[in-house]
């Protein structure tokens, strides 16, 4: 059998394959810990505690409000096991790399009970889980998020979609709360998990887990702006049945 040495064009092309060759995907679970068991000299936009920390919120999000979106948008697992396992332990990075953003400018500022310096760390340690993800190759440029607020363009729509449904809210309040049959106001914003024409469904603490809680009837002008993961602030009463706003704060595109 003939032998000989590859040449350096071959040597050179055959690494630039290998290093541009994708990954094998890995759960989201997987990838904090990776991330998370670098050495302490990498460590640097806070404790280890904090990087800790911030990461164990980040998966409760994901496996909590995340659970829900997914459900709603019914999108299939990654993996195949664990079979009704959590969220993070399912999906790869990039299937969850659109809830990044409700983490940080929803969760953390709402829902996580810690001094603004604190939120400060962590955002700026899942900013740094992000640009990790992106040069692992876990996440395109195209997916890795921006936490910055949203533009100018969806907060005119969401204020477009606010005037509206105030209109409404205040055309139906004359009815009787003695009719309601049943109220939702314990949030301090509701996410959006699906729209269709006329209707929204929001997600919502049920009892012991996070669910859906709708349909909620809405005027087209309304289902045509607000997106799934956008942010209300308002109270919900049921009548006949039927779940409708009852008083409407704020809207808050994500």
Known sequence: ?????????????????RAGRQPAKISLHKAMNLFFDRGGDELKRGSRIDYEHALLLLEEYINSFGSVLLRAADVSPTFAKPKNGPVSKCYDPASLAKFFRGFVLFFLQFKVNASNEIKETFVRIIEEFVEWLGAKGHLSKELQSSFELADQKSIRLALQAMYVLSRAVAHHSERSHRNMEDIHDGEPFYVVSR????????????????????????????????????????????????????????????
Do not use: H
């Not at 669910?211 to 009548?239: Q, R, T």
């Open 1 to 17: 059998m003939t032998t000989g040495t590859a040449s350096p064009e071959c040597t050179a092309l055959s690494g630039a394959r």
């Open 195 to 254: 729209v269709k024409s006329g209707k929204i469904w929001f997600v919502y603490y049920a009892d012991t887990c996070y669910d859906e809680l709708g349909p909620v009837n809405v005027p087209l002008g309304v289902s045509d702006i607000i997106k799934s993961s956008w942010l209300v602030d308002c109270a919900f009463g049921k009548f006949d049945g039927r779940w409708q706003i009852t008083s409407i704060r704020s809207i808050l595109p994500i």
